[in-house]
């Protein structure tokens, strides 16, 4: 019920924004001290390898806990964040945290998580990308290899050569690069070549038709393909039925992420259902040797 109320103040909140600019000028406003006053939180959600369902790693997604207007969705305010270029110190602060919060969990878990961060298109053309990134890294002890920064296809598109130099940089630091909502932008494969791009995720709207309808399949198929023939792996988002996780295992897709495996949740909710998992294999390696 709590979610739902959140849904409907996000559904109010939004027709306000479009009638009323004063609005979304005091929006930035308290944007700018959203971090200050402690209102941002990480969630996490996680990705799991489609033949074993075991979790891999998770992604970090933003949320906005707004004292009077409720959860505020990111789709919301990391627009507002973008054109105000706050978004370059809100997404400091996401990678320090998301960094120290994922290395915390690889020690207390004993196991490799790997950490994804989105990054917006102005992040990636600002000037201290590299070195907030470096910064991250450093003081979180997170290993570069366990990074992955995630930027679309329109991102990739506008950059610049200092922008190729930055994230060829990242890379030789071994942090690893996805192309997030694949399909959807301007897709250009001399881009995907240029910057030596790791993953693809494949968006969401191929992956809730593929198992139903022959033109989504046929895209997934060979978004597949193509990735694994220039040695990129493939994610596939919003997986929300067996029916899709079927398909996608028989392509050869290795990781999926979405409602399907978890929500994205605050770490804590992360933490137990890995617990859980954990507890559920063990006893599952348990049970034929009792019955022998
Ligand atoms: P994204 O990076 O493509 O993230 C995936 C979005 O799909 C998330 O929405 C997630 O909640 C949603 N999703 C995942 N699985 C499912 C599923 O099975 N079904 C459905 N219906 N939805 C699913 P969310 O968290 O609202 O984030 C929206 C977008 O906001 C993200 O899209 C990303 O572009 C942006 N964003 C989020 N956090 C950050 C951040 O820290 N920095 C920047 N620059 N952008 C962010
Ligand atoms: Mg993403
Ligand atoms: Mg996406
Ligand atoms: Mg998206």
Redesign the pocket.
Known sequence: AAKRRGEGNFHAFNEQMREDRADRLALEAELRYAIDRDEME??Y?PQVNTRTRTITGM????RWKHPKRGMV???TF?RAAEESGL?VS??EW?LENACREARAMQIQTGRRLTLA????PR?VLSDGLFDTVQRALLKSGLNPRDLEL?ITENTLMISSAETLSTLARLRELGVRLAV??FGTGFSSFQYILEYRVDRL?ID?SFITNCATDVNAAAIVRAVVAMAHGLDMTVVA????TEEQLAFLLRRRCEEA????FG??QPIHILYEQMAQLTQESEELQIVPITES
Do not use: T
């Open positions: 990480i969630y959600q992604e970090a997604l933003l969705p990111p789709l990391i978004i809100i997404g996401v961060v989105n990054l917006s992040q995630e997030d909502d995720k969401r988002e919003g997986v929300e992420q979405g409602f399907l929500k994205p």
